[in-house]
Structure formats: C-alpha cells, structure tokens
C-alpha cells in the first residue's frame, strides 16, 4: 500500500520549502503562487502530494501523476513526488506518519506548508494532522539510526478552503497567470469536455472562480492577487514604520 513510486525518492535533494498536500492540484489552487514567488527568489521548493486523486470521476491515478509532473514546471518545483496513499481514505496511522517523517528528514525543509486543519474533505485535514505530527517524528534524533534530525523551523496553514481570517497574505499578482497554467495542466480535470458539469467547470469557469478568490485575498492587502496563509504562532516585525498594508 505504501508503495514509494518513482525515482524522486531515490536521488532526493534537500528542499527550502515544502508543501504536503492531500490530492494533485491541491497546492495548484491554494498556495502555488507562493511557491512560484518563493522559487523564483531563489529557494529551492518542493511538493509532497499523499493521494494520486484515484477516487475521482475522471482520469486515472497515473494521468493525475503525469499532469502533475507537467505542473511542477510551471511551478518552477526543484521536487514533486506522489506516495499513491489511498484517495478519500486517507488515515493517520503509524506507517503513514513514519514514512512522512522519513521524506521530511531527507528533504530538510526549513519551511512546510500544509492544508488547514478544518476542512469539508476529510483528507484535508488528515493531511494536515499527518503532517503535523511527521514533522515533530521527524525532529527525533533516535527515531532512525541512518538519517539524521529534522524539524522544520517554520509550518504554515494554507487557508485557502477555508473561510478563516488569515494571518498573512502573499502578493501573488504576478505569479498568478503562471498558477493558472499549472492547474490548467491536470486537463483529465479541467479539460473542457461534452461532460463539463457543476462538479467539472468549464476552463473559463474555473479561471473566474480561481481569479475572484485571488481578487478576494489580495484586496485584504491592497493588491491584485493574493494567497491566504494562517500561523498558529504570533509575527514578528522589525520596523513598524515601514509596514505594508494601508489603514485608511
Ligand atoms: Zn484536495
């Protein structure tokens, strides 16, 4: 069942920032403008994705797994694997949170994003608590004798899905035709077909539904686009005179 699928897991490279996500194109809709801003300042970024999306009503778990490789070009991703966990049953268990554990030691990110920890899909949030709890394992020095320690330093919640005030917004504005590009990739999902349907939007549906909740985040912080973020610890700032965001 945890079965690792490819040659990524064999030649890792350690990554800056690492995104875990339940389907592919999750962090398409919800934090790929950040990984493509962060990616073009120069950090490497990574994506896990859990589940290859194989208990959705189109495409395959091996079409889902290919486009997703083609939308971590648009995403400028140093790395992109898929574990194949078992779609919409997605659980916490002790082999899932030690492979996890595992992968986090080898990429040693400083930074993880995760899905927030309520959401309507349960795999959602069980990813967020897999997640959680990996890195912590992954902190622990006696957890595997041939890797050695790491906890991020850094876990951020993209809050996207849910209707939470966030903590932080990233100005996505002009990574935000790129992340459109990338989603657009999962065509077994978005391609416009005779069978487009409330569950499967037109291409232009998509781009208006995607654009308005850009439009939405980014006008919390005067700009363009936007892509929420929530963070359980308080922010630090260093100069209060210089801080973004207008009052009035
Ligand atoms: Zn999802």
């Known amino acids: 069942m945890f079965e690792d699928s490819s040659a990524a897991l064999e030649n890792i490279q350690t990554v800056d920032l690492l995104a875990i996500a339940a389907h592919p194109d999750d962090v398409e809709q ?16 990574g994506v896990l994705d859990l589940t290859a999306g194989d208990m959705g009503s189109r495409g395959t778990a091996e079409i889902r797994i290919r486009e ?10 140093a ?11 997605l659980e916490n268990t002790i082999t899932a949170r030690m492979t996890l554990a595992g992968l986090i030691r080898r ?14 899909h349960p795999d959602h949030y069980r ?34 899905y849910a209707n939470v005030t966030p903590s932080f917004v990233v100005d996505i504005s002009r990574q935000f035709e790129r992340r459109m590009r990338a989603l657009l990739s999962y065509r077994s999902q978005y391609g416009d077909s005779g069978t487009a349907s409330e569950l499967f939007p037109s291409h232009q549906e998509v781009e208006e539904r995607l654009a308005a909740v850009a439009r939405f985040y980014g006008n919390l912080i005067g700009v363009k686009y936007g892509e929420p973020f929530v963070v359980k ?3 630090q700032v260093e100069d209060v005179v210089a801080m973004n965001v207008r009052s009035m």
């Open 233 to 235: 610890e308080a922010m």
């Open 68 to 77: 997703s490789q083609e939308a971590a070009k648009h995403l400028q991703l």
């Open 79 to 89: 790395w992109r694997d898929n574990l194949r966990w078992p779609d919409a049953r």
């Open 30 to 45: 919800t934090c790929g403008g950040t990984l493509i801003r962060m990616a073009e300042m120069g950090y490497r970024t």
């Open 127 to 160: 990813a967020c608590e897999i997640g959680y709890e990996a890195c912590f394992l992954a902190g622990l020095r006696r957890l595997d004798e041939t890797t050695p320690p790491h906890r991020p330093f850094k876990i951020l919640y993209s809050s996207l």
């Open 107 to 120: 990429l040693q990110p400083r930074t993880v994003i995760l899905p927030y920890w309520s959401a309507r």
